[in-house]
C-alpha cells in the first residue's frame, strides 16, 4: 500500500507534469467507487485544468479549475501510471487525458481504489503537522499498542504498516508496547521519529523516481523487510502479527508495559 512518502512524491511529480494543463477526457472504466456518477465526474472535470496535486493523509486530492477536487484513495494494490493517447493499460479504473496525448491512470487488480469528487474536508492532523503538545497528550490517553496507534487514520493521518515498523525502529520503542505506559523522552524520540523518518523517505523516493511514477520503493527501509535477516547494526530481525498485519522489530527495542 502507498503511504505518506509515496503519495508525497506522486503528487509533486504529478504537479509537476500536468500544471495548469487541460484535462480533454476523464475515461472511467470502473465506476463502482465512485460517489458520482461517471457523467457528473466527467462534466465536473473535463475541460479544466490540472491546477496542482496535493497529499492529504493517505489520499490524493486533485484540483482543478473551477474549485472542483477529486481525492482518490489507491488502497491496498492501486497504483498510478504513465500512458500516452488512448493507451488502455491493464486492469484500469481511471484515466486522465492531457494535452497533446499526455497523461496517466489509477490501475487496481483488486478494483478498490476510491476516487471521490469534492471530498470533505477532514479535521484529524496529518502525521507531518502533528504537534509535539497533540502528540504527547494523545499517547497519554490511550492504553492502544503503539503500533495500532500510529496507524490509526482517525488519530493521525498518513502512516501504515512499513512506515510504523520504521519510525518504532528509529526511536529505540517496542511496536508491542502500550502506549500510555512510554516515558516522555521516548515519547519525544517517537514524535522526532515520524518527521525524521518520513521526511527522509519522501528525499530517497522522490530521488529514485524522478519525474517518472516508478511506484512504491521500499529498498531503503531498515527493518521492514522481507529480504533482511539483520540490520545494520547486527540485530536480528524478528516478525510477528499485529493486528493482521505483519510487524518487524528487535529485541533491542525498549518494550513499555
Same mark, same amino acid.
Given at each position: 500500500?502507498?503511504?505518506?512518502?509515496?503519495?508525497?512524491?506522486? #503528487?509533486?511529480?504529478?504537479?509537476?507534469?500536468?500544471?495548469?494543463?487541460?484535462?480533454?477526457?476523464?475515461?472511467?472504466?470502473?465506476?463502482?467507487?465512485?460517489?458520482?456518477? $461517471?457523467?457528473?465526474?466527467?462534466?465536473? @472535470?473535463?475541460?479544466?485544468?490540472?491546477?496542482?496535486?496535493?497529499?492529504?493523509?493517505?489520499?490524493?486530492?486533485?484540483?482543478?479549475?473551477?474549485?472542483?477536487? *477529486?481525492? *482518490?484513495?489507491?488502497?491496498?494494490?492501486?497504483?498510478?501510471?504513465?500512458?500516452?493517447?488512448?493507451?488502455? $493499460?491493464?486492469?484500469? =479504473? @481511471?484515466?486522465?487525458?492531457?494535452?497533446? %496525448?499526455?497523461?496517466?491512470?489509477? =490501475? !487496481?487488480?483488486?478494483?478498490?481504489?476510491?476516487?471521490? *469528487?469534492? $471530498?470533505?474536508?477532514? #479535521?484529524?492532523?496529518?502525521?507531518?503537522?502533528?504537534?509535539?503538545?497533540?502528540?504527547?497528550?494523545?499517547?497519554?490517553?490511550?492504553?492502544?499498542?503503539? +503500533? &495500532?496507534? @500510529?496507524?490509526?487514520?482517525?488519530?493521525?493521518?498518513?502512516?501504515?504498516?512499513?512506515?510504523?515498523?520504521?519510525?518504532?525502529?528509529?526511536?529505540?520503542?517496542? $511496536?508491542?508496547? &502500550?502506549?500510555?505506559? =512510554?516515558?516522555?523522552?521516548?515519547? !519525544?524520540?517517537?514524535?522526532?521519529? =515520524?518527521?525524521?523518518?518520513?521526511?527522509?523517505?519522501? +528525499?530517497?523516493?522522490? #530521488?529514485?523516481?524522478? !519525474?517518472?511514477? +516508478?511506484?512504491?520503493?521500499?529498498?531503503?527501509?531498515?527493518?521492514?523487510?522481507?529480504?533482511? +535477516?539483520?540490520?545494520?547494526?547486527?540485530?536480528?530481525?524478528?516478525?510477528?502479527?499485529? %493486528?493482521?498485519?505483519? &510487524?518487524?522489530? &528487535?529485541?533491542?527495542?525498549?518494550?513499555?508495559?
Amino acid at each position: 500500500m502507498a503511504e505518506l512518502p509515496d503519495l508525497t512524491v506522486f #503528487a509533486n511529480i504529478l504537479t509537476r507534469k500536468f500544471h495548469d494543463k487541460t484535462l480533454n477526457k476523464i475515461d472511467i472504466t470502473v465506476a463502482k467507487k465512485l460517489n458520482v456518477s $461517471p457523467a457528473e465526474l466527467k462534466w465536473a @472535470l473535463e475541460r479544466h485544468q490540472l491546477l496542482a496535486v496535493k497529499r492529504a493523509g493517505k489520499t490524493l486530492q486533485f484540483h482543478f479549475s473551477g474549485e472542483q477536487v *477529486l481525492g *482518490l484513495h489507491l488502497m491496498l494494490r492501486g497504483e498510478l501510471v504513465a500512458i500516452q493517447h488512448e493507451e488502455v $493499460p491493464r486492469f484500469q =479504473i @481511471l484515466a486522465f487525458h492531457f494535452e497533446k %496525448g499526455e497523461g496517466f491512470a489509477v =490501475i !487496481d487488480l483488486q478494483k478498490q481504489a476510491t476516487p471521490t *469528487l469534492q $471530498p470533505a474536508a477532514v #479535521a484529524v492532523p496529518d502525521a507531518l503537522a502533528l504537534s509535539k503538545e497533540y502528540f504527547s497528550s494523545l499517547l497519554s490517553k490511550k492504553r492502544t499498542v503503539i +503500533k &495500532t496507534l @500510529l496507524m490509526d487514520q482517525k488519530l493521525m493521518r498518513g502512516i501504515g504498516n512499513s512506515y510504523a515498523d520504521e519510525i518504532l525502529y528509529n526511536a529505540g520503542v517496542s $511496536p508491542f508496547s &502500550t502506549a500510555n505506559a =512510554i516515558p516522555a523522552p521516548y515519547i !519525544d524520540r517517537l514524535f522526532n521519529s =515520524i518527521n525524521e523518518v518520513l521526511k527522509s523517505a519522501i +528525499k530517497q523516493i522522490g #530521488a529514485a523516481n524522478g !519525474d517518472e511514477l +516508478k511506484g512504491e520503493l521500499k529498498d531503503f527501509m531498515n527493518i521492514h523487510s522481507r529480504i533482511l +535477516k539483520k540490520t545494520s547494526k547486527g540485530e536480528e530481525i524478528k516478525t510477528e502479527k499485529i %493486528g493482521g498485519r505483519t &510487524t518487524y522489530y &528487535t529485541d533491542e527495542q525498549q518494550l513499555f508495559l
